[in-house]
Nanobody, 118 residues
Framework: QVHLVESGGGLVQAGGSLRLSCAGA????VGWIRHAPGREREFVAA???????WYGDALKGRSTIARDFAKNTVYLNMYRLRPEDTAVYYC????????????????WGQGTQVTVSS
């Protein structure tokens, strides 16, 4: 059983940065997905078991994903944040289909709230 725990969310002003952490993914491919009120879940980024990153359009050019196998943690660094980036950010692991397909992920964390003020 995989138990994912996100941390690092919070309130930040527009233009600021945040680093989210996802602990517990082991060697699985891990994705970050966000969900804003009234909107569909949106793929942000993923990193494979071989440490290859993949980015969706949501934060492309304003985020980097990385993992530390020794710490069993995946990080999402977000930059130049905008109010429209406000959402609950989830990490998820073990996609059974395309990385961008948010419904393909097997394991999910509880999410961490990111709020960007204008």
């Amino acid at each position: 059983q995989v138990h994912l725990v996100e941390s690092g969310g919070g309130l930040v002003q527009a233009g600021g940065s945040l680093r989210l952490s996802c602990a517990g993914a082991g060697g699985y491919t891990v994705g970050w997905i966000r969900h804003a009120p009234g909107r569909e879940r949106e793929f942000v980024a993923a990193i494979s078991s071989s440490d290859s990153p993949w980015y969706g359009d949501a934060l492309k050019g304003r985020s980097t994903i990385a993992r530390d196998f020794a710490k069993n943690t995946v990080y999402l660094n977000m930059y130049r944040l905008r109010p429209e980036d406000t959402a609950v950010y989830y990490c998820a692991a073990d996609p059974r289909g395309r990385l961008e397909d948010v419904s393909s992920y097997t394991y999910w964390g509880q999410g961490t709230q990111v709020t960007v003020s204008s």
